[in-house]
């Protein structure tokens, strides 16, 4: 794995064509002077953009993309599936392959999502990455399942209802990311969804002890059309030496929690 | 050891027991007067957090004085429960002879030796420390009538263990229950302490309580475990060995409020131990919908490194109006969470 990466969270949910896509990557590649290697795009990307009829046409289209700019891609929308409605994300790598398709795995708000059984992650050189959607990131056992098949890196899609509320977002990503050791890159859809108006920011999350004033946020959505992070995996595993959360787990008290209690 | 080593330390050890012996204790609290705890009657209960200034003390009657001031202005703001912090008895390694709130931690332990760990000093101090602690909660809680979860001390497990264990005494002085903290910082292994792994629930007329300790508000399964047990508020006595941060100390008791619908109680010692200095800010939270700002805090200390008592009010029916529609028994994918846990534990 790469030790160190750059990674970039757009935040204009309203690029319509390839056209806008190109600029918006071409603008970060000018402003961070130099390779981009990982992209998140705003949620609902794969569903409307490109101007592609088909859910695979437009998929086809973000592969083509991540490949010519050699660049992963992260996709999130919410898409029929005959009578079945999901909210899924995709990981792309630079090769244009889709790595990992994961669905929602909770639906909180009964809006009416298939959910999933299934919490993959896939192990790249951007990290060993895994997907938090929708009210998943509120849930802490779908961030504890990920971190223990390997993830040190959430990508997360948030939708928070309106008005907004920083308390109800730090207790989502936030606070998974904090007992989880792991880096963060959630994008908060602001706007209508399912006939409901979200609000909330994007922000590269990081445990308090890697971030300036140990607050956990490396970088937050401000005016501009994206943020960008660097991110450290060789200082998080220092962070992780240096306070171990992982090596004091107690067996036995989760096993009646998952085997009895539950 | 040498034999007359041992034989001073027993006989030290004879004369602390016999200085902290019940009766004096006991004489120098009947010298006090006492307010009485409202009895609870209903879903509403008054709660106080304690967030306790460490000083140490060279007698036990210090210490009662200490910790009858505490309870006394808790329950004269209404409490019916009482809540004190993590190593609620350190103040009594003042003890000893040689130790001093501004001794080195380190030079202290180098001086003792390097096969002496700390635990061996609570350890050995355990007896003295019980006698005293339990003396005093028992006599406070039965003479003002109220619920006191004494926080919690470090004592020996009768297997030449030293744990962390926190205690509930009754409005008779009746120990209720006891609980060993779950989770241990990478300081207390080092310390030598061991951690226990039983969780338990004590239906009370002041809430069914769960008392673990500090470092197991880290791990969101501690709370999922109280809340499945029954639990309706979490007390998390603390003493964090750290300079204190809003944000890291975010990452404790309100999170795992948020995530599993139940109250939940932070009471902090502040001050230095030996070397050591301990911050936090003492608070009582509750899910974000039940509180009108939304941020899930019904009362929070001003402070991180002085004295003070907090006080709330907990309504139980509210709660529960609350998790029959918000708790995460509702919506928690219990086929996803088993396909995966526990067995991912490694």
Known sequence: MTKRIKAIIALDPNIHNEKELEKLIDG?????????????????????????????????RYSLIAKTNNLYLALHAYHKDGSKRHS???????????????????????????????????????????????????????????????????????????????????????????????????????????????????????????????????SEEQDDPYIAASLDYQKLAETIKDYPIHNFYNKKLYKELFSELL | MGKIQSIQQQMLLKFLLFKSRPGRIKSFLDSKSYCHAEPSQSNQVRVAAVQGKLSLVNNPIEYADIMYQYVEEAVRQGAQLVVFPEDNAAHLVGMLPGISENADMSQTMADLGSEVKVADIFNYLSPVTKQVFETVFSYLAAHFRVHIMAGSILVSDGKNKTINQAYLFGPDGAIIGR????????????????????????????????????????????????????????????????????????????????????????????????????????????????????????????????????????????????????????????????RYLPHLYK
């Open chain 1, 28 to 60: 970060i590649k000018k402003d961070s002077n130099k390779q981009v290697d990982l992209l998140v795009l705003p949620s609902m990307a794969a569903a409307g953009y490109l101007g592609q009829k088909t859910l695979n046409e437009r998929l086809d």
């Open chain 1, 88 to 218: 899924r994300c995709w990981l792309v790598d630079n090769c244009g392959e889709i790595l990992l398709a994961q669905n929602q795995t909770h639906d909180k708000n009964n809006i009416g999502i298939s959910v999933s059984n299934e919490l993959q992650v896939a192990k790249t050189p951007m990290g060993s990455i895994g997907f938090l959607i929708g009210d998943d990131v509120l849930i802490p056992e779908i961030g504890r399942i990920l971190r223990l098949q390997g993830a040190n890196l959430f990508i997360a899609y948030s939708f928070f209802p309106q008005p907004y509320n920083p308390w109800r977002q730090w207790s989502g990503i936030w606070q998974q990311v904090q007992q989880n050791q792991v880096f963060a890159l959630e994008s908060s859809f602001t706007g209508s969804i399912n006939g409901h108006a979200v609000e909330g920011k994007s922000i590269i999350h990081g445990p308090c002890e890697l971030t300036q004033g140990e607050i956990g946020f490396i």
């Open chain 2, 179 to 338: 609980q060993q903290k779950l989770h241990l910082l990478p300081l207390e292994l080092d310390w030598g302490l061991s951690c226990g792994e039983e969780l338990s629930v004590f239906p009370t007329p002041v809430g069914k309580l769960a008392f673990p300790i500090c470092m197991d508000a880290t791990y969101f399964e501690t709370f999922r475990s109280s809340v499945l047990k029954g639990a309706e508020t979490v007390i998390i006595p603390a003493a964090n060995p750290d300079k204190y941060n809003f944000w890291k100390e975010l990452r404790g008791v309100w999170p795992r409020v948020q995530e599993s619908a139940v109250f939940g109680i932070r009471s902090c010692m502040v001050g230095q131990l030996l070397g050591i200095t301990l911050t936090g800010r003492s608070g009582i939270y509750t899910p974000l919908e039940l509180t009108p700002k939304k941020d899930g805090i019904l009362a929070e200390a001003k402070t991180y490194d002085e004295h003070e008592i907090i006080v709330a009010n907990l309504d139980y029916n509210l709660l529960r109006d609350y998790r029959r529609n918000e708790g995460f028994m509702n919506y928690l994918n219990i086929d996803l969470c088993k």
